[in-house]
Structure formats: structure tokens, C-alpha cells
């Protein structure tokens, strides 16, 4: 298979960067992912970045991430040794040679995880993901909207336990999946949603990561020559301006394992005299303008500094930070009808109906 | 293989009360179990029971459970296929041909769930446990003593969920089913703990199903005969009675998925005067007359109703009830530092040491 792009160790540094943009506030910490794989990478060798396109109809594709939260793996942060069982033991369970490695999500700590497994592996690793962003639940990708079944699905942990989930629906393998890594102290890294390439060809979100190593680049680049590192992401994105401001207020609550709540703004500059409010659940998933509702998920809002650009996560939003948030377009596939019960904000509890910011749905 | 006993579908009445008996006051609603095993009996023929001396020593041995709240399944009465299924997975996960079913429990609900997989196979069952009475923990087991791994495991539930553990510990397993099986809505049917016979000589508690069917009948006898049911079980058992009284009081909370608490009673006739206490977490696990403990775990306390020698579960007990109570002495692998470890008073949260009622602890 052709290489579209050669990945080394320093390379991470940047798409971890772009994964955090893609994370939208959540998606988890990419420092421990990336850590993991540039040791990999140092140990192994480089990875091999390939267009789904040049996959065979009849080749294996096994998406591999970290579920929960990384945090609690700094203490003992792993080898990436478990990410690697859960993938050879699925393809001993699946009785074939897997023949390469894809993102599950794009957005955060996942945007490196599979990383571990391409070096270690030697496989090629997608330039792709299931999702062109983070979302909090498994059954949230692209693949669910395409018939695949997340199960057969391994989940390892750093302790030496592993489980095997066969479920009647991706949804069940979420609740079951949440369960066993709450109970493993919070962290698990797993390997699910086997596929052909036929249908890898038509569920996957095309180029998330040059994507993500393509924002690492541009604000390493603006900072690097003093230009504006915002409006540099926000043109690489084609992303709006939604709202520059101050964060006046953040509530947050702990709701079965997931960070909710709601940070207010006020504005500043070209906004001043305006308020935002951004409601997010890991993710930010809506966002209002003066109290009206302007841009809601699918669709990505991410929350950048506005000085230095660097994106903001929900775990750190805190009174008196200066940001800028930018909307951009999610992937096509979301703005179904299939898409919008898997991630619109009614799934969310929201009593809102997807506001398409960037033109009507078809 | 030698067939110690045949068992056919009436013969549950009797084994279904008898494992109420060795339940403790908990272990589960032998109702449902009773009924599936029934079920399976009158579809697929008797159950040939047999000694565990009677396998080879590289014979395969399986046990099956149901996990959890039996009574969540009633709505929905499962057919057994769900444990049907777990044994067939564990043994394919296996390789090779399991040749004996094994109870798990011998009280509550699991005296009759083996019964289920032993017809709808054909495979004899042994007449044995792994506990001689019902614990509340999977790593409870006498099996945990002699080294054998709970994993790998097989966990369904009755809407085509399945899981196959390994764990690094039977801990471990009881964690990670206990959370799969509160997920899966309560209840799950599960095969585990694969052994050679070998092992299962020295682990199984012997004839654990022979007293079950003898405490039913002895029972049932005693209330044909108009004599004294109560006093006809507690020669069975070998039992001493620990009190005769009416409940007054019942401190019972829910904590992480087990019923625990206090009884309180008031003593009649021949204790008329003195009082007694019966602390629970699901099974009876500590006695104390006049505020002095009397009994613990693991020697068993049961319940029964002072009149009909029914007994009676921690769940149903309720102010009024008049009762006695019984305490005949565990298995003595029970009573080694291994097995206070697993099961004695302390492991509970009790400040108590094991208090053996029957004589000195080896």
C-alpha cells in the first residue's frame, strides 16, 4: 500500500496539538497518547499513514482507543503493552491477519493511541477516523451508522485483565464497555469495530489526522512568525468566529462519569456588550449568542486562547480566561437523519433541535 | 459414569426448599431456578447425579450460576438458554469437551440452575458445591482455595449480551461481572471456574444436593406427619437451635447492590427474656444472644418459621415473624486461615473474629 505520509516521534507533537482542536473540549487529555506513541514509535520505527482508498474491499481494519479517562493512567502511565493485547487478541478471536490499524476518534487522546499499535504492529494506520471529531460514547461513530457491530470487541486493562464483549447492539456494548472501565479505576484500552475495507472505504471520516498535524503545524507556524494564531486555525478549518470573550462563570457537574455543565461568557473587542453560553457534556455541544441557540453538535465548537491559541479543554475552563470560539462544519454523514439520533443535541438531553450552522441539512 | 441418583422435574420441590435451607437467608428466590430447571428437565429428560469421585482425573468440570437478583428475571422468565449458551461458549473457548456440571452454591437459587445445563446436555451433575451453603461473592468458593482461576468466564444476559473474562485475580472477576451484571439489569447466567477433576476432588464440598433433597423432604414429611418440622430439619443438619422469637425491629439499606443490615428479636418460650441479633448482608453472617456473638460466618444461620419450619430470607423479614434459629457448622475447609480470609466475619467489615460454635478451629 502507498504511504501517504511517513509519521516519526517529533511528528506527534503536532497532530496531538490538532487532536486537542478536534476534541472540542473533551475527547481526553492528549499528552498521555502521545507519550505512548512516540515511545512506541522509538522503539518500533515510524508509521505508515495510508488513504482508506488504497485498502482491498476484503482487507481487515480494526480501530483501536482508550476509553474513560487518561488522566488516571499518569500515575502508572502505560506502555501501550494493553492497547497491543486488546489488538492481538481480537485478531486471534476474528482468526485473520488484521492488515491495518484506524482512529476511532479523532479528537483528543485518540487522535494517538492507534499510533501504539501501528509502530508496534508494523501495519499501516488510516488517515481517517470514525468520527472527524471526539464524542463521549462509544456507539458515536461513523461505523454504527454503517451497520457495523462494535463487537466482537477486547478491553484491556493495565492490570492484566481483559474482557471479551459480544453484544446486541452498539449501545449495549457503551453500557457494558462503561461499566467494566469504571470498574478498572477509570481507564481501558480496547479494540472493537471490526470491518472490511469495503466498508471502511464508505463509513470513514477521509484525513482527520493530516488534518490534525496540519493545525499543529499552523499554530506552531503563526506563533513562530507572530502572526495570529487563531484566525491561522480558523482559516485552516474554515471555521466562524462564534463568540471572543471572558469566561464569567463556569457549572460543572459530575453525571455518570461524564463532566456537564455550562461555562457564560462575556465579550470582549468586536463582542463586547454580548454574552455566550456554552453547554458541554465532555464535549462542548451547543452554544448560544444572547440566549439564542447559534450552533449546536454536529457541528464543532472548539475554544482556542485568544492570545496564544492553544485549545482550551471543558476540565480547564475557569473564571477570567480570555478565549475565542470557533465553529466549523462537522462531517456530512452527521447531519442525517441516522446521524442526528446518534449525536444531535436531543440524544443529549438538550431541548433543542440541530441548528445547522453552516447551511440546511439535505 | 455411576449414576448416584436420578433426579426428574418433581424432584426440585424438595432440593429448591432444601437449598433455601443451605441459603442462609440469602443466595436467591430458589423459585425461579426451580422453575427453569423444571423446565428443562421435563424438555430434555432427568439429571444423573453423581460422585465426584466418580471422574477421572483429567475429566473437565464446569460450574454454571445465575449472578445477581434472581427476582429482576421474573418478569421476563428466562428458558435457561442463557446458561446454556455461557456453558457451550466456555467450553468452545476451551477446546475440548467439558464431561461434568458443577453447582457453584449449593443455597438459593443456584441448588437448581446446574439442573438446567445438566439436562439440555446430558452431562451428569455432580452432587456437590462450592460452598456447602450461598456467599455472596464469586471468588467465595472453596475453589478460590485450591488455585483454580474463576476465568475464563462466560457471563450472558437474557437479551443476547455475553462476556468472556480472564482477570488477574477471582477478585477481580467478582468486580468486573458484579459491574457487567448491575449494567445488565440486575441478573446474568454465568459459567466459570473450568477444573480437572483432579481438583475437583479435593475442592468440591461433597453431597451438597443429596442434603438439599433430604432437608426438602425431611420437611415436607414432618408437616404430613403433624410433627415438628423445625425440629426434624435441625436433626438433619446436626443443628443447635440459637433462638426462639418474633422480630421486632429490621435495620435494612442497600449497599452497593447487597441488602445489609440488623434483626432484632424478642425471645418466647424457652428464650422467653433474652434477646437476639442477626446481622445480614444478603446471607446470615453473625449471631448474638443477649448481646453477646454467638455465631458467625462462615458456620451457617438459617431461619426458619417457628410453626412451618419454612424458611425465611433476610428479605422477607418483617416485624412480628415468629422464628428460630439454627446454626449448623461449615465445611471445614472453611474454617482454615485461607478460608476465614475469603469468608470470616472481618472480610465483611465485621470487628469480629471468627467464633467457631462447634469446637476449636484446627
Chains 1, 2 share one sequence.
Not at 10 to 29: F, S, V
Not at 111 to 125: C, E, K, R
Not at 194 to 200: C, D, K, L, T, Y
Not at 260 to 265: C, E, H, Q, S
Request: net charge negative.
Amino acid at each position: 500500500m502507498k504511504t501517504l505520509k511517513t509519521i516519526y516521534a517529533e511528528d506527534l507533537e503536532d497532530i496531538a496539538i490538532g487532536g486537542a482542536i478536534l476534541g472540542t473540549g473533551g475527547g481526553g487529555d492528549p499528552y498521555v497518547g502521545k507519550l505512548m506513541a512516540q515511545q512506541a514509535i522509538l522503539k518500533h520505527g515510524p508509521v505508515h499513514l495510508i488513504s482508506v482508498e488504497e485498502l482491498a474491499d476484503d482487507a481487515l481494519v480494526v480501530p483501536v482507543c482508550m476509553m474513560g479517562a487518561p488522566t488516571v493512567m499518569t500515575e502508572k502511565l502505560p506502555q501501550g503493552d494493553e492497547l497491543i493485547n486488546a489488538f492481538r487478541q481480537l485478531e486471534q478471536l476474528l482468526g485473520r491477519k488484521i492488515d491495518a490499524v484506524l482512529c476511532g476518534e479523532a479528537g483528543g487522546v485518540n487522535s494517538t493511541t492507534p499510533f501504539v499499535v501501528a509502530a508496534a504492529t508494523g501495519l499501516p494506520l488510516i488517515d481517517g477516523d470514525g468520527m472527524g471529531r471526539a464524542y463521549p460514547e462509544l456507539q458515536m461513530v461513523t461505523f454504527t451508522m454503517h451497520g457495523v457491530s462494535a463487537t466482537p470487541m477486547v478491553l484491556c486493562d493495565d492490570k492484566g485483565n481483559s474482557l471479551v464483549l459480544e453484544t446486541v447492539s452498539n449501545q449495549w456494548t457503551e453500557r457494558l464497555a462503561r461499566a467494566a472501565t469504571v470498574e478498572m479505576g477509570g481507564s481501558a484500552l480496547l479494540a472493537f469495530y471490526p470491518m472490511s475495507g469495503e466498508v471502511a472505504k464508505k463509513a470513514v471520516v477521509r484525513g482527520t489526522l493530516s488534518l490534525c498535524a496540519k493545525l499543529g503545524l499552523t499554530l506552531r507556524e503563526a506563533r513562530a512568525n507572530h502572526g495570529n494564531p487563531v484566525d491561522a486555525v480558523a482559516e485552516t478549518l474554515k471555521a466562524v468566529t462564534l463568540f471572543h470573550g471572558r469566561v464569567t462563570d463556569v457549572d460543572r457537574r459530575t453525571v455518570g462519569g461524564f463532566a456537564r455543565g455550562t461555562a457564560t461568557f462575556t465579550g470582549v473587542e468586536e463582542f463586547k456588550g454580548h454574552s455566550f453560553k456554552l453547554d458541554f457534556q465532555n464535549e462542548f455541544l451547543m452554544a448560544a449568542l444572547d440566549g439564542k441557540i447559534v450552533c449546536t453538535t454536529p457541528d464543532l465548537i472548539t475554544l482556542l486562547d485568544a492570545e496564544s491559541g492553544t485549545p482550551v479543554t471543558a476540565d480547564s475552563l475557569h473564571y477570567g480566561l480570555r478565549l475565542k470560539a470557533l465553529a466549523f462544519p462537522c462531517n456530512p454523514q452527521w447531519q442525517t437523519q441516522a446521524g442526528i439520533a446518534l449525536v444531535g443535541p436531543r440524544y443529549f438531553g438538550y431541548d433543542a433541535d440541530y441548528v445547522p450552522y453552516f447551511g440546511a441539512v439535505d
